[in-house]
């Protein structure tokens, strides 16, 4: 079926058809991301039309989720029960969805084969705390050192002023992963450019806490897919799901300020009812190595 601007989507016989209208573009920012707020409103807008049958790419992200990460998670007396629209919050109804849709099964499998044939191996418990580290040239660092607005950010200087400090970064890390006793090793999910700092967290945490990478879990997965060209063709968007799946299953998360792909994780782990204390943003390490780097500084 082909693409062709202008259309709606419409059922017949259990499928989608193309037909007629597609909401109206001139709505939609020229640049940057789109971010729908929490409003009937402001949504029919985009998409004025009755028809049942829709397809909203990325809808955890367009349309802003942040509120599920607001009070309690619901309960799962609350989840057996058909929901009531009259009552529920927004906030009560995103967990509903977002509990509802988890990753695909065979993601989930291969994450749970990883935790049980590899972690479980190196872990008695599993008990592992999870790093999504971000903190990049290119990508995440793109509005520091382009946009002046964000230039003498506390976030960005920080950031920028810690970055080529591995060492120290490590040393915060392994005291954040020591003051822990139960956890028994770290996964790290990071962009091949971190190698200095994995590097350096091995060097400083010893040989007996296990550490591992996205080698590893790129292995176990190509292992149970030995030759599927699908996976192969579309490596990178399956990869990046498979490790926030791991990273969502972890016991401690030190998740990355400013990132969606960490944004999705906290809010599926809040949904999940896991303790806010078990999910910690990690830009707290960086503030500790900039105050130790500037000790003179309040």
Known sequence: ???VPGQELKKDKNMCHLENSIPNNKLLPKGGPIHLPNSERVLKRFYASKGKCALWVFPYHCIQFNDSL???ATSEDQLNDSPDLSSESN??????IIRATPRPKYLRNIAKSFIKNVIKQKMLNGKYLAL???YNHGDWLYHCERKL??????????VLETIDKPKMIAAEIVDFFNARPELEGIYIAAPLEERPLIDAIKSSIGETVPILIGDSLMNHMLSMYPNCQW???N????FSSLEQEICSLSDTFLYAAGSSWSRNIMMERHARNIPDEKSLENMALLFKVR????????
């Open 1 to 3: 079926m082909s693409f």
């Open 70 to 72: 607001i009070g309690n």
């Open 91 to 96: 906030a009560d109804l995103m967990r509903r």
């Open 132 to 134: 999504h580290w971000r």
């Open 149 to 158: 607005k964000y230039k003498k950010s506390p976030v960005c200087d920080a």
């Open 231 to 233: 996976m192969e063709d």
């Open 235 to 238: 490596f990178h968007d399956i």
């Open 291 to 298: 105050k130790k780097l500037h000790p003179e500084r309040k």
